[in-house]
C-alpha cells in the first residue's frame, strides 16, 4: 500500500509556514491513516481467531510443503466433523514448531514425543493421542548410517579417531536425531559429539541421509520410521546406505492440544482423532488417507503418562553430563546430581497428574 497525501492545499509551496493550520490537519490525518496501518494486522488476526478457526501443527515428515499435502484429507475430515475450519502450519525445523506452541499459535499438533515433553511442561499442552502404524509396532529405533564403503565397519573404529570424521545430526529437539543417540552413544563413552567430530551439520533426517549417501559426511543420525520413506523416495541412494547402530525402542510420536481450548472441543478433537480410521463406513477411506501421511494406521487414546520415557532420556543425559563434567569439588557434583534427580522427579510428578508445572 503507497500513502500519498495532497499537499497543495497547505499553501502554496506545501511548506508547513505558509498555512500552519492546514499542516495540523494534515499531521493529524497522516498519523490516523499510519495507525490504522499498523492495526490492520493485528485487527484481521482477531477476526480470524474470532471464525473459530484451529490450528494443527505438524512435525515435518521430509519437507514442509510435502507434509501439507499429506495431512490435508485428513484435516478436511476434521474440519468437517468440528464444523469449524483446520489451518495447518508445518515449519522446517523443530524449533519454529516449538516456537509456535510457545507462543499459542497452535491449538493441535503432531509433534514427537521429546517435543511433546517439552510443550506439557512449559506450554500448557497436553497429550491426547499417540499414533499407531500398521505393522503393530510400538516405537522406532534410532540409528547411526555410514555408507556401505565406509571404512567406519563398527562403532570402536568410529571410536577411534576423534576430530576426524564429518558428522550430520538433527536439531536438539529431535529425538531420534540428537537426545537418544547422544544419550546411549556419545554421554555413555564421555563424549560429546559437538566436539567429537571434525564438523557437524545440522538439518532434518531426509537430507542427513542424502548427505551421507552422496558421500558429504562420513555418518549421520536418522531412524527406522524415517528411513522406510527415504527408501520410497530415494532407492538409489538409499541402497548406499548401511546402519552401523541401532538404539533402544523410542515410543511413536503423540497428538497434543491447548489446554486453553474448551473442554468440549478438546473433548470433540480427541475423539475425532482417536476413532479415526477406525469407525463407520468412511474407515477405509480415512486409513487410506493416513498412509498417504508414513504407514499410519490410526491414533490410540494416551495422556502425558507416554512422555515419560522421553523424560527418562533427559535425566539420563544430564546425568551423564554431569558425571562427565570436571568438577571443583564432589561437594558441587552432588549438589548438580541432586538438582537433577529433584527436577526429574518433579517432571514425572506433572505426567502422572500429581504436580503442577515446575
Known sequence: MV????????????????????????????????????????????????????TFGILPI???????????????????????????????????????????RVDVAFVSGRMALQAVTRDRMEVIAQLTRGDGSHGYYAVLLVRKDSPIRTLADL???????????????????????????FASHKLDSDTFFATVKVDNHQNNALAVA??????????????????QRFPDQDARLHILWKSTLIPHAVIIVRQGLAPTLQADIAAFITHYAKDGRNAASELAKLKRIHDISGFAPASNVVLTPFADIDYHLDRRRALNVRWVSDAAMQARLRKIESEHQQVLQMLEGTASTP
Open 62 to 104: 521430509g519437507g514442509p510443503s510435502e507434509s501439507l499435502v499429506a495431512w490435508r484429507p485428513m484435516l478436511d475430515d476434521m474440519s468437517e466433523a468440528l464444523h469449524q475450519h483446520v489451518r495447518s502450519i508445518s515449519v522446517s525445523t523443530y524449533e519454529g514448531l516449538a516456537q509456535a506452541i510457545a507462543e499459542d
Open 159 to 185: 571410536y577411534a579417531q576423534p576430530g576426524h570424521w564429518r558428522f550430520a545430526r538433527s536439531e536438539t529437539l529431535s529425538t531420534s536425531g540428537y537426545l537418544v543417540p547422544e544419550t546411549e552413544l
Open 3 to 54: 500513502l500519498q497525501v495532497n499537499m497543495a492545499w497547505l499553501g502554496r509551496s506545501g511548506a508547513p509556514g505558509r498555512s500552519t493550520a492546514g499542516w495540523r490537519i494534515a499531521h493529524r490525518l497522516i498519523c490516523m491513516l499510519l495507525l490504522g496501518l499498523v492495526c490492520w494486522p493485528l485487527m484481521a488476526a482477531g477476526q480470524n481467531k474470532d471464525t473459530g478457526a484451529l
Open 214 to 231: 552422496n558421500g558429504e559426511v562420513d555418518v549421520a543420525t536418522n531412524n527406522t520410521a524415517d528411513l522406510e520413506r527415504f527408501a
